[in-house]
């Protein structure tokens, strides 16, 4: 069965930095992608970044655009989210989700699999 673990969660100053981790197990196929979403308090499940496993491709949400990096290490089934210059609206619970490749934006009911997510949060 396929099982994602996220870290690197916490509470940061705005401007600073956090790295989330995804730790992956099981099987993963080789055209899936793996996918950051977010869900602030009163507000929709939001896809942050993704990346293709195979070829990867990056996608990221204009709202983290030019401020996220997402990184893959395939031979560590491990994905992270470097996130700089955080500001307050990027306060959520993140959440490492994967499931087959397809086009971007990633949508949430199209990811099967899903971590217990992290929660970060930015003070001004």
């Known amino acids: 069965e396929v099982q994602l673990v996220e870290s690197g969660g916490g509470l940061v100053q705005a401007g600073g930095s956090l790295r989330l981790s995804c730790a992956a197990s099981g099987f993963i196929a080789d055209e899936y992608a793996i996918a950051w979403f977010r869900q602030a308090p009163g507000k929709e499940r939001e896809g942050v970044s993704a990346?293709?496993?195979?070829?990867?491709?990056?996608y990221y949400a204009d709202s983290v655009s030019g401020r996220f990096t997402i990184l893959s290490d395939n031979a560590k089934n491990t994905v992270y989210l470097q996130m700089n210059s955080l500001q307050p609206e990027d306060t959520a619970v993140y959440y490492c989700a994967t499931g087959a490749l397809g086009l971007w934006p990633p949508v949430a009911h199209e990811y099967p699999y899903w971590g217990q997510g992290t929660q970060v949060t930015v003070s001004s």
């Open positions: 990346i293709g496993r195979r070829d990867s491709s990056t």
